[in-house]
């Protein structure tokens, strides 16, 4: 037989080895006097017999114990082979064939335990990359192509050949994955001119900082950024402890949305500072609330940076370290923990009935001389809701169940050993949800029509302007002001009218007072609670007045833009670029993901007809013997050439970024720390305490048991 190359004979052969149950592997050469390979032997995989290589137990490095794994040999000296011979018309020749095998074979559902059946291919390399961006790792990807291939011996690969991929890849990046990203995110500002990244060079060039943010970020980020919410979520994004920031507002949906992100090295005032003028530069104003932990050196960075912004404390934050901080006793009292939530999270009360209640709870429970409530109430102007509930907008950030979802929808996507070029395709595929979740709840205005719950006019008209997750906060406030709300007195004076509104869903208030008139340029209304001002969307008390006074037209200079349904452009969602596209040759995931839709379609199709689906099946089948023929021609790229085309082709240089130093964050907790009471009592509850041999009591044992020590003192006494 004649084979056009040397390639192309193996593969023929190992074809044939498959078939019967063994595997093949290349062999010894013979070249001519001219260096030209003259002879090639392709042997069976159990060829010869295993060496042991010879320890000299003697010698000073193998003076320890040399532990080796019993893992026994494959091979037994098995003598089938076939020679090639290079004829002069450079075409391969089979002239021997050694048939003979001195071992059994591998039975049929064996087969894919032999190496040569299993290897990690270009699909298997995408499905491990693609699940590896929303936090999956290999282990869990084998199973999972082992659920969609029908079973272990259809994946072609093992567990250990998927993690070694990952682990090939990740050596691979190595010292150079800050020049990686850093690289990845210059190519896609020129390719995006609208996105931005920064980044800071600190000592032996060792990446220090990393801010970016996208086009479609800025453009969302003028209508909607009148509040930004920086919050420190996740400690250990990566493997270098590096600290992630997210830069989160409020999208005209009421959910969170990322501007932009850093990466900080440290945890200084110098940090943060170079991060807020790189927010600032990126989008050319300050935010007028940012809200924060109780770092102290974010605290001096926000107020020479941002000067004009108000600083707030996430209550979060603050509200977990009160259960610590009074102790296991106070944290189960469920009178301290009711007194203080309505309190705290009360957004209605006035500041002075915030004090007054404040110093009777610290006086009940005997916690007038405690320093940390001492402390917090002196930033009680930070941090409780009664003290800016007349700002404008202030109530979008009262709650905490915002910095909640953001450390859960981030900690989702990342984790504390990945690498930097991973971390980054991680957000990415974030950023994906969070875009398609807006998305999804703009097709949910714009094509699903909410039910009215009363014949006023003015609903109708809400449902009209506003999206349809702030229509249902209004319809609320709407059905409140019909059923719940009722004016005790309406006095007028001049051209005003003021309306006492007695709320029922408000026991704690008495009276909510309302102030209405009517100008050449529409009507001017106020409320005393402030509702409008907090959350920038009309109370019930107001709705009430405007029933009461039959107004038919929806109050344009009360309607907020950033709540409307067209505030953002239906078009901003398309001009993304992902930061794992950028460079790479994406044709062929494209081809790629057409081809599985087609085939997915066709399968759908013709899932009722067993026959025509088989018919489907042998048209695919056909084309396989073509393809060896094409992939031996042809062959696909190595292994290093597609780790190139995911991370890029860097060869190092005294330039090049290299990556920070793992360094300890705050709040990473030490070894050796003092645990408050309350988690003490936790451990001590969790533990199963055995029990004394002597007394059969628990919290000891019998060397220390107080029975035992009485009775021998007894003894000694008698036996004197």
């Known amino acids: 037989m004649l084979f056009k190359s040397f390639d192309k004979t193996f593969a023929f052969y190992q074809r044939y080895a498959l078939a019967t149950g063994f595997s093949a592997r290349k062999n010894t050469s013979w070249k001519n006097v001219g260096g030209l390979v003259k002879i090639r032997y392709i042997v069976c995989s159990k060829e010869g017999f295993h060496v042991s290589k010879a320890i000299d137990s003697g010698s000073v490095e193998n003076s320890k114990k040399i532990v080796r794994r019993n893992r026994g040999s494959k091979r037994v000296g098995c003598n089938a082979h076939v020679k090639l011979l290079l004829e002069d018309n450079n075409m391969y020749k089979i002239y021997f064939f050694e ?15 032999l190496p040569a059946a299993r290897s990690i291919d270009y699909v298997k390399e995408s499905f491990i990359s693609g699940l590896s961006t929303i936090n999956i790792g290999p282990v869990k990807a084998f199973n999972i192509m082992k659920t969609i291939y029908g079973g272990f011996g259809e994946v072609g690969a093992s567990k250990v050949y998927c993690k070694n991929y990952r682990r090939d890849l990740n050596l691979y990046i190595g010292e150079y994955d800050a020049e990686m990203v850093v690289r990845r995110l210059i190519r896609k500002k020129e390719c995006c001119p609208g996105f931005t990244c920064d980044y ?76 807020l003028r790189c927010f600032v530069n990126a989008f050319g104003s300050e935010p007028k609330v940012v809200v924060t932990d109780q770092d102290a050196a974010m605290k001096r960075a926000i107020k020479d940076v941002l000067p004009r ?4 404390l996430c209550m979060w934050h603050i ?53 940390w409530l001492k402390d917090m109430y002196n930033l009680r102007f930070d941090w409780i809701p009664a003290y800016y509930h007349g700002e404008d907008l202030a109530g979008l950030m009262r709650t905490t169940s915002r910095c909640e979802s953001e450390n859960y929808f981030f900690g989702q996507i990342c984790n504390p050993r990945c690498t930097l070029v991973e971390f980054f ?6 950023m994906d949800i969070q875009r398609h979740e807006h998305r999804r709840n703009d097709h949910d205005t714009r094509y699903i029509e909410c039910k009215p719950w009363s014949d006023f006019v003015l609903e109708k008209q809400a449902s009209e302007i506003y999206t349809q997750t702030i229509f249902k906060d209004i319809q609320i406030e709407i059905d409140a002001a019909i059923t719940k709300c009722m004016s005790k007195s309406v006095d007028t004076v001049g051209d005003v009218q003021y309306f006492e509104i007695k709320d029922f869903r408000q026991p704690c208030t ?69 930061f794992d596209e950028i460079g790479r040759n994406s044709e062929i995931d494209k081809v790629y993901r057409e081809i599985v839709v087609a085939n997915e379609y066709v399968v759908n199709r013709l899932v009722g007809d067993l026959d025509e689906l088989c018919r489907y099946k042998d048209h695919i089948k056909s084309y396989i013997d073509k393809a060896d ?80 020590v009485s009775s021998n003192a007894i003894g000694s006494i008698n036996g004197m």
């Open 510 to 578: 008495s009276f909510f007072k309302v102030q209405y008139s009517k100008e050449e340029d529409g009507l001017s209304i106020y409320c005393s609670c402030k509702r409008f001002e907090q959350f920038g969307i009309l109370c019930r008390h107001i709705f009430y007045v405007l029933r009461y006074e039959d107004i038919s037209e929806f109050p344009r200079r009360y309607v907020h833009r950033r709540w409307t349904r067209d505030v953002v452009s239906m078009g901003s969602n398309h001009s993304n670029i992902r």
């Open 309 to 312: 912004s108000r600083h707030r």
């Open 200 to 275: 800071v060079i600190g000592e032996d060039r060792r990446l220090g900082g990393l801010f970016w943010a996208g086009e479609q970020s800025k453009k969302i980020i003028q209508c909607l950024v009148t509040y930004l919410v920086l919050m420190l979520l996740i400690n250990q994004t990566s493997k270098y402890d590096l600290v992630f920031v997210p830069f989160t507002g409020i999208d005209n949906h009421f959910r969170n949305v990322t501007f932009g992100g850093a990466l900080l090295g440290s945890e200084t005032a110098d940090s943060y500072r170079w991060l």
């Open 425 to 430: 395709t991680h957000f990415e595929t974030a």
């Open 629 to 708: 023929e094409v992939m031996v021609a042809a062959p696909p790229p190595t292994r290093k050439e597609r780790f190139a085309d995911i991370g890029g082709n860097i060869e190092k240089s005294d330039s090049m970024i290299r990556v920070p130093i793992k360094t300890r964050t705050k709040g990473c907790g030490v070894q050796k720390r003092i645990k408050s009471n309350r988690e003490i009592a936790i451990q001590k509850s969790s533990k199963i305490q055995k029990s004394c041999r002597v007394c059969g009591g628990k919290g000891h044992n019998s060397r220390t048991c107080k029975d035992k």
């Open 319 to 371: 509200w977990e370290k009160l259960k610590t901080k009074v102790g296991p006793v106070l944290s189960a009292n469920t009178d301290f923990n009711t007194r203080m939530s309505r309190v705290v999270w009360n957004d209605t009360i006035i500041p002075e009935d915030f004090e007054t209640e404040w110093h009777s709870i610290m006086s009940t429970f005997g916690l007038e001389n405690h320093e």
């Open 99 to 113: 048939e003979e095998h001195n071992h059994i074979f591998v039975e049929d559902e064996d087969i894919h335990f």
